[in-house]
């Protein structure tokens, strides 16, 4: 009996084994392997899950598109409307407080203030460094172009001599452009001048008036339109208004007159016949220099009339005038109104 319950009790030496076995395996951390493990096998089945293909369910898009909103109301619009202008909960006036629009009135008419400020400072330091009267820097002074009258339909003149209405026109525009140059209008405001020499008043102050010469209408003869208020167009004989452009402080011809002389550039040069200038074909020296606007207020540029008085009729020909003297060029391949002018001419009986 003793034997059996001997034989029944667990050996020490078991025992003990058991107690070493609990002691360095404690009884939490067999559940916290579990845990890890669970874990790892979550993770993997999360891995294998992006793996998956997609169900025929996430496939449908449609399901996942923006539903629209439903439509407003014209009554719902209105009062966003109202809303949006006056906010009586929040006290705002189109989304913004009295203090935030005060402060953008305020940034702006700084910021506006300081530009014009600055503007007009730039302008005043501009309007002081320059002179009204003359250029302030003037190293380089182009020779000057030709411009003429009648000036209506491009440099063409062509007209039947029989036919008042064909070259009217050209005779009213030669009296707009020698009005100024009446006699009387001229006596009243310039001074007679006889010199043949530049008229330099560069000895008076800035700012002081200078004289101009007179030149006057009359002196321009057949064709000053006193004698033949139809310049020679009644009779096919027609006259043409040159002019030399006015240059500030430029003195032509380096001491001698420019001329000006007349000839067909395209067509039979017969055809152009006798060429009459009036009141000479040059441009006095006296005339010169210009002083500008404001100092040579009453100055009045010097014309040279020329007629063609023998022209052939029913022929288009081009004719070409031109200045002639130092200093001038009046055959550029650019500017053919530099120094010279070029029109057509085709008169019908």
Not at 12 to 37: C, F, M, Q, R, Y
Not at 165 to 194: F, H, V
Not at 245 to 250: A, F, S
């Amino acid at each position: 009996m003793d034997r059996k319950l001997q034989n029944m009790e667990p050996s020490s030496t078991e025992g003990g084994a058991d107690e070493t076995l609990l002691k360095n395996h404690p009884p939490s951390l067999p559940h916290k392997v579990i845990l890890k493990h669970g874990q790892e096998l979550e993770e993997e089945q999360e891995e294998l899950a992006e793996h998956q293909p997609l169900e025929q369910e996430d496939l449908n898009f449609e399901r996942w598109k923006r539903r629209p909103l439903p439509e407003r109301t014209l009554h719902q619009k209105i009062v966003d409307i109202k809303t949006y202008l006056w906010n009586a909960e929040t006290k705002e006036f189109m989304g913004r407080s009295g203090k935030s629009w005060s402060l953008i009135l305020l940034f702006y008419t700084a910021l506006y203030v300081f530009l014009a400020a600055m503007f007009g400072g730039c302008m005043f330091c501009l309007m002081w460094s320059i002179s009204p009267y003359h250029p302030t820097f003037n190293d380089r002074v182009m020779p000057p172009g030709m411009t003429m009258s009648p000036h209506l339909e491009g440099h063409e003149i062509a007209f039947n001599a029989s036919d008042r209405k064909s070259w009217k026109k050209y005779a009213k525009s030669m009296d707009e452009y020698l009005r100024p140059y009446n006699d009387g209008a001229q006596e009243k405001k310039n001074i007679r001048c006889t010199q043949d020499r530049y008229f330099m008043q560069d000895d008076l102050e800035e700012s002081t008036e200078r004289k101009a010469c007179q030149f006057k209408r009359s002196w321009l003869g057949d064709c000053s339109g006193l004698q033949d208020p139809h310049y020679g167009y009644s009779q096919g004989r027609p006259c043409v208004l040159l002019r030399m452009n006015r240059i500030l402080g430029y003195l032509p011809g380096q001491g001698k007159p420019i001329n000006v002389t007349c000839g067909v550039k395209k067509g039979p040069p017969e055809a152009l016949g006798e060429i009459q200038f009036f009141p000479k074909s040059i441009f006095d020296l006296k005339y010169y220099p210009y002083y500008g606007k404001l100092r040579h207020v009453n100055y009045s540029a010097p014309v040279v009339a020329v007629r063609f008085a023998s022209v052939q009729y029913d022929t288009h020909i081009q004719v070409q005038c031109k200045l002639n003297g130092k200093g001038i060029i009046n055959d550029s391949p650019t500017d053919r109104y530099l120094g010279s002018v070029t029109f057509s001419l085709d008169v019908g009986a």
